[in-house]
């Protein structure tokens, strides 16, 4: 009996290093899924705020000399990009909001733990928005603290959350 692919599977996600060009399509992403997934959690005024942060010319040239960018890739489209610094510290994390749900935030992660794996880290750490929480906490990291920062005279409540090492295929499973 032949089978037939499933109409509804959806092509694969590879998980590269960053590369010339990417950029732009990083910052609409990050802006987009401000806008569209982390409105649920934050007020009109903390995204307007957030997502302004797109526009922080220095701060996303930075990005690359600072850390390592991974970039998820789907049909050749940037789907997800995360980054790693020296210390174990994730900056950013962020799927589009068209793939949430899709195992994009899974592949990057396990590419981050493979770093982390392979620079011989003791933990990951991360500033994690209310949004984000459910999705570190399925991936084995724990709540430090819950804090508030202020960005621009707006107040934002995230989450110090980290995950000790060694770094061998603890992932737990996603749904």
């Known amino acids: 009996m032949s089978q037939t692919a499933n109409p509804r599977s959806t092509p694969a996600v590879t998980v590269r290093p960053l590369q010339p060009g ?21 007020s009109p ?3 307007q705020v957030w997502a302004s942060s797109a526009n922080d010319e220095a701060r996303w040239r930075a990005l690359p000399q600072n850390s390592q ?3 998820a890739e789907q049909t050749g489209k940037v789907v997800g990009f995360t980054n790693l610094e020296a210390d174990g510290h ?54 430090v603290t819950e ?3 202020e960005r621009q005279g707006i107040w934002f409540t995230r989450f110090i959350m980290e995950r000790s090492g060694p770094f061998v295929s603890r992932m737990t499973q996603e749904p």
Not at 22 to 42: K, W
Request: net charge negative.
């Open 69 to 71: 960018v991974l970039v």
């Open 90 to 143: 994730i900056d950013m994390f962020f799927v589009h909001h068209q793939h949430q749900g899709q195992g994009v935030g899974k592949r990057l992660m396990q590419s981050l733990e493979t770093l982390a794996q392979a620079q011989q880290l003791n933990r990951l750490y991360s500033e994690v928005s209310i949004t984000a929480r459910p999705f570190f906490l399925r991936h084995g990291f724990d709540v």
């Open 22 to 42: 990417d950029e732009a399509e990083m910052r609409s992403l990050f802006c987009q899924t401000v806008h569209q997934v982390n409105s649920r959690d934050y």
């Open 147 to 149: 804090e508030q920062v």
């Open 45 to 47: 005024e903390q995204i």
